[in-house]
């Protein structure tokens, strides 16, 4: 009688075990993996996203570096870069996502950034149960190791290793070029009205500082500080760069102000530069083409170095 009893309990707990096991491998299908964000999130997304949604520019450009053209089905409305991100249909702007959009895309894989996308939206998409991944790059190395994590994330790491390493390989060549060189002051611009420039911490300052110059408000505590002309005169810049938002490809008049200050060692040397924004202000894959110009603006002739040229000599500078 002991036996006859013994025996439906050890079938029904095997039914219960082979229950919940069911379960478990239900809410990790074989086709989807588990990944850690840059918040410490554990996200599930399926190996291959098929439906990709972009909150971010340089998340957007960074997609389709790894050629996946065909699984970006929305991105923001800043995306303008490549040209095939214009097409795409469009779910709000960095900072004023529309969830509605979003959901109508019907997403299996959401990629965010920590530091341009409000939290809360980001968050309310993640409770809505879609696979929501958070990237922050803070410097440069941070941007490259946020390319092959998003490469793992969409079954595109092999892709995602040869384009960082490649980019890696090019910002040494700049720093090798110009590690011994005299090393230009400069005052970098971000905006005219209020005037801002860039400080210490900032992508820009270790831009400036990997393409052999010194940023004169690399001290300042404040990431983005408004200054006046005043404290750039006083920094007595020997290269002044502009780079301000909005502002078209082919409008010089941000520096043609510059001009009233002739006793700045920048202007009456006529190192006045601007730079594309798109190539400067985003931790994306061309950001590296960023660092490449502002040398050719500090060290003009840097890529032309003749093979066994010594460092110890800066090139002659216009």
């Known amino acids: 009688m002991v036996s006859a009893c ?53 998340i957007t450009e960074t997609l ?23 097409s795409r249909p469009k779910v709000g702007g960095l900072a004023s996502l529309s969830l509605e959009r979003v959901i109508a895309l019907d997403p299996d894989c959401i990629i965010a950034t920590a530091d341009g996308n409000p939290k809360e939206p980001v968050l ?27 490469g793992i994330v969409t079954g595109r790491r092999k892709r995602a290793e040869e384009l960082a390493a490649g980019l890696r390989r090019r910002i040494e060549t700049v720093t090798l070029a110009t590690a ?31 393409a052999g110059g010194v940023n004169i408000f690399s001290l300042s505590p404040v990431r983005y500080p408004r200054v006046n002309v005043e404290m750039v005169v006083a920094g007595e810049p020997e290269v002044i760069i502009v780079a301000s938002m909005g502002c078209g490809q082919g409008d010089t008049s941000q520096l043609a102000r510059w001009k009233r200050w002739p006793g700045i060692p920048a202007v009456s040397a006529g190192r006045l530069h601007r730079i594309d924004a798109g190539i ?39």
Not at 10 to 39: M, N, S, W, Y
Not at 65 to 75: A, K, N, Y
Not at 130 to 144: C, I, K, S
Request: charge should be negative.
């Open 64 to 86: 389709f570096g790894l050629g996946l053209d065909d699984e970006i089905v929305g991105v923001t409305t800043d995306s303008v870069y490549p040209e095939a991100a214009r």
């Open 180 to 210: 011994d060189r005299v090393k230009p002051r400069v005052f970098f611009q971000v905006a005219s009205d209020p005037l801002i420039t860039v400080g210490g911490g900032t992508f820009h300052d270790r831009l400036i500082e990997l």
């Open 124 to 150: 309310q998409l993640a409770r809505a149960g879609f696979p929501v991944y958070v990237t922050n790059p803070r410097d440069l190395d941070g941007m490259l190791a946020m390319i092959v994590d998003l």
């Open 6 to 58: 013994v025996i439906p309990a050890k079938a029904g707990i095997r039914a219960v075990i082979t229950g919940l096991l069911l379960v478990f491998l239900a809410a990790f299908p074989a086709d989807a993996a588990v990944h850690t964000d840059a918040l410490g999130r554990t996200v599930e997304i399926p190996t291959s996203p098929q439906r990709i949604v972009s909150l971010a520019p340089n």
């Open 280 to 318: 400067i202000h985003q931790p994306s894959p061309r950001i590296v083409d960023g660092l490449e110009v502002l040398t050719d603006f500090l060290h003009p002739g840097w890529r032309n170095r003749p093979e066994g040229q010594s460092n110890t000599e800066p090139l002659k500078e216009p």
